[in-house]
């Protein structure tokens, strides 16, 4: 029996105002998964922020059906340009997050346990981002 997983973990790489040179970027991570890669990172075009996000979900499938949880994410920046992370296709996405005026500066996430041998493992099954303050 194979058991997949798909999004593991989210990683956001931060810089200061929209203006700050990527290599000096700090990190903000979720708690993340054991299995997979980090994928290359995804930036928001020059000047611009993330201001929204949308989670790619697979539904819960009874019975011997491997379910894999989150699958993929999508993110607005502020100039409108958008960015799709290299996740897999399954799954539907839901509703656009409210936008974020100041960008997303916090993220919380619900992560499913390893539960070990002959068990589903899901991962990383849903994200909150918070706005940024004033």
């Known amino acids: 029996m194979d058991d997949d997983t798909a999004l593991n973990g989210i990683r956001l790489f931060c810089t200061r105002g929209g203006r700050g040179d990527k290599h000096e970027a ?3 991570e979720s708690q993340s998964g ?4 980090w994928s290359p990172p995804s930036w ?4 611009t922020y ?4 949308s989670l790619r979900v697979e539904q819960t499938r009874r019975g011997l059906h491997d379910d894999m949880g989150a699958t993929n994410a999508r993110f607005a920046c ?3 340009a958008h960015l799709e992370g290299r996740g897999l296709s399954w799954g539907e996405y839901g509703e656009w997050s409210p936008p974020c005026r100041k960008g997303l500066c916090g ?3 619900k992560q499913d346990p390893v539960r070990g041998a002959l ?3 899901t991962a ?3 994200v909150r981002f918070f706005c940024c303050g004033r």
Request: one cysteine or more.
């Open 107 to 109: 993220i919380q996430t």
């Open 119 to 121: 068990r589903d493992d």
């Open 34 to 37: 054991p299995w997979g890669q």
């Open 44 to 47: 928001c075009p020059e000047g």
């Open 26 to 28: 700090h990190t903000v």
């Open 78 to 80: 502020s100039g409108g």
């Open 50 to 53: 993330l201001t929204r996000f």
């Open 124 to 126: 990383l099954n849903d």
